[in-house]
């Protein structure tokens, strides 16, 4: 078990403070103008080299020590969620209906804490790329940044992030190979009838009925077409169909989460969905058609990169600073798209699990949630010792 550098353990406070200050100052996705500008300002007085307006308000940084040729990519996220905050703490968000309800104000804190220390120290021998991603929250940022080139203007040998996550203990560092996260589609249903007065249904198409039937035959996807040791889920939102209690419409509209944690079964998903609402509207002399749109690939870690990544956490929190048996996570993830293209390690941090100083064990996208500051000096830590054991001077004989 590694000790915490104290230069690092001096940044602690104003660690705290940027990350009470990203939280109090919200940004949806794309508005992240001044997380940005904060960003790289401190980027640049550490001296990196900064660019800036990536995928719009996206930076990238980077340092390069010594000879080496290997490069390794840390990715944070900026942005908020359209959430209205209930925490009452003084740091609370100052913008109604913004809030940093996900944790990525500390994301970017201990990213920016690490890369500050690495900028002093320098002790790697390599290049260090510096992601703050804007748009994670269901805005595919991650997906805009590479369309923008930015793994071939920054090629990384191997790309990394963090995310914190309630009900673990504060600090804790958790790691999985494989798929870890599962994909996700933002699924869209046009379920198109024929309209008419409610006392008379007969000479009517109702698409509310169509509806309510695909509803329910959409369930017997999961429980009847997915292998039963797989994970899939597919949850409908939202019915919207018509205004008044006495006319039958012509339209209604169904929208649907549908998870997976296989590439095979996702795409069983895809195919079962699109047949099943299509030919239950025929059956009703309805039509219908499905969207399926912003679509987050499954997580897949990297099994060697993961390996590494796990080994550098033990050297620096032990074996008990761990999270034994990490469970894969049907949450989605954007940086999925990064890691379809490099090998690299998603993990997670312990947000706190309800007991003692800095509960932290509200579910993220809950207005009641927030970051726990204890973990900070972990996550900038860990960091930094990932970078110094990927990047590691090459001794000479």
Excluded at 60 to 89: F, K, N, Y
């Amino acid at each position: 078990m590694t000790a915490i550098a104290p230069a690092l353990r001096a940044l602690e406070d104003e660690m705290i403070a940027i990350r009470r200050r990203i939280h109090a100052h919200p940004e949806l996705a794309y508005e992240e103008h001044a997380t940005s500008e904060l960003v790289a300002a401190e980027l640049e007085r550490a001296g990196y080299t900064v660019h800036r307006g990536i995928a719009r308000t996206g930076v990238v940084a980077t340092l390069t020590c010594g000879g080496g040729t290997r490069r390794i990519g840390l990715r944070a996220d900026m942005d908020a969620l359209p959430i209205h905050e209930q925490t009452g703490l003084p740091w609370a968000s100052t913008l109604p209906g913004k809030m940093h309800a996900c944790g990525h104000d500390g994301h970017t804190a201990m990213l920016l804490a690490a890369a500050r220390h690495l900028a002093h120290t320098r002790t790697f021998d390599g290049t260090l790329t510096l992601i703050f991603q804007p748009a994670e929250e269901g805005e595919s940022g991650a997906r805009r940044m590479l369309a923008e080139g930015v793994l071939e203007r920054f090629p990384c040998d191997a790309v990394f992030a963090m995310h914190n996550m309630p009900g673990y203990p504060v600090g804790k560092l958790g790691f999985r190979s494989g798929p870890f996260m599962a994909s996700v589609d933002d699924v869209g249903v046009t379920i198109r009838g024929y309209g008419g007065h409610g006392a008379m249904p007969h000479e009517a198409v109702d698409p509310v009925v169509v509806a309510a039937h695909v509803v329910v035959g959409l369930q017997s996807i999961v429980a009847r077409n997915v292998p039963p040791l797989e994970t899939a889920i597919v949850t409908v939102g939202s019915i919207q169909a018509g205004e008044a209690n006495n006319v039958i419409p012509d339209t209604a509209e169904l929208r649907m989460s549908v998870r997976a944690l296989s590439p095979a079964v996702r795409t069983l998903l895809h195919k079962r969905i699109t047949a099943l609402v299509e030919s239950t509207a025929i059956a009703y002399g309805a039509s219908a058609e499905v969207r399926f749109d912003n679509p987050f690939p499954v997580l897949v870690n990297d099994g060697p990169m993961t390996e590494f990544a796990r080994k550098v956490a033990i050297e620096l929190v032990g074996e008990d600073g761990l999270i034994p048996d990490l469970p894969r996570l049907t949450g989605s993830e954007d940086f999925s798209y990064f890691l379809e293209r490099s090998p690299g390690c998603y993990l997670i941090i312990g947000n706190g699990d309800g007991k003692g100083k800095g509960k932290g064990s509200c579910m993220v996208h809950n207005p009641g949630y927030d970051f726990n500051d204890d973990a900070l000096i972990t996550g900038a830590a860990y960091w930094v010792k990932l970078v110094e054991s990927f990047l590691r001077p090459v001794r000479q004989d």
